[in-house]
């Protein structure tokens, strides 16, 4: 099966700038995770959709990021303005469905993209 | 709150095991899961203890107790692709937590 896809790879923006990272899931995933990893941290989870709802947002900075999945599909999330604080790898992962539904460590499993890479000068 | 404990840096031999620790403070446990990450890669899905007890896959074994809030992720036959950082992560009350992360040192 396809991997998860994020575009872009790599984006350089000056603070203040906005921008936009664009994610897809594997087929069938109902979970989608969008997570800030900064060098040498472990990933922070930004938010969490479920189909189209949004299951936990709270450590989204909401006044500069915003998420969306509309059709329960891919999902984008953005930054406006960007600080320089946002440099970061943002990931975006997938799951067949909420962790700790089933014990079966198959449906826990959450599938990471390749990441995008942003620097903000 | 949330929060996860494991060590920043371990070092072990080729060949050898290795133990990884993580202590972790949730409410609403639903399970502890192990990610692996290469640097420069996107972190990959190695196990997910839900239980108490050992879950294997191959080299590597994951264990849980629940009781304690602790739980380890053991590398037996440490090869030096296994040179990667090893995140655990706490899933409880629909948030999820990833810890800092261990450094995984192998020398030959």
């Known amino acids: 099966e396809a991997g998860v896809a994020q575009s872009p790879r790599y984006k350089i923006i000056e603070k203040r700038q906005s921008v936009a990272f664009w994610c897809n899931p594997i087929?069938?995933?109902?979970?989608l995770y969008w997570y800030q990893q900064i060098l040498g941290q472990g990933p922070k989870l930004l938010i969490q959709?479920?189909?189209?709802?949004?299951?936990?947002d709270s450590q989204l900075p909401k006044d500069r990021f915003s998420a969306e999945r509309l059709k329960g599909v891919d999902s984008t999330l953005k930054i406006q303005p960007a600080k320089l604080e946002d440099s970061a790898v943002y990931l975006c992962?997938?799951?067949?469905?909420?962790?700790?539904?089933?014990?079966?460590?198959?449906?826990?499993?959450?599938?990471f993209g390749p990441g995008t890479r942003l620097t903000v000068l | 709150g949330q929060s996860l404990e494991q060590p920043s840096e371990v070092t072990a031999v080729e060949g050898a095991i290795v133990q990884i620790n993580c202590t972790y403070q949730?409410?609403?446990?639903?399970?502890l899961s192990w990610y692996q990450q290469h640097d420069g890669g996107a972190p990959t899905f190695l196990s997910y203890?839900?239980?108490?007890g050992l879950e294997e896959t191959g080299r590597f074994s994951s264990f849980l107790s629940r009781s304690d809030s602790y739980g380890y992720l053991l590398l037996q036959e440490l090869q030096m692709k296994d040179s990667a950082s090893y995140f655990c992560?706490?899933?409880?009350?629909?948030?999820?937590?990833f810890g800092k992360g261990t450094r995984l040192h192998i020398l030959p």
């Open positions: 992962a997938s799951s067949r469905q909420l962790l700790g539904l089933a014990g079966d460590g198959s449906y826990n499993e959450q599938f």
């Open positions: 087929s069938g995933h109902a979970t």
């Open positions: 959709f479920q189909n189209n709802g949004v299951v936990d």
């Open positions: 949730t409410s609403g446990f639903y399970g």
């Open positions: 203890n839900a239980l108490d």
């Open positions: 992560a706490v899933s409880g009350d629909d948030k999820i937590i």
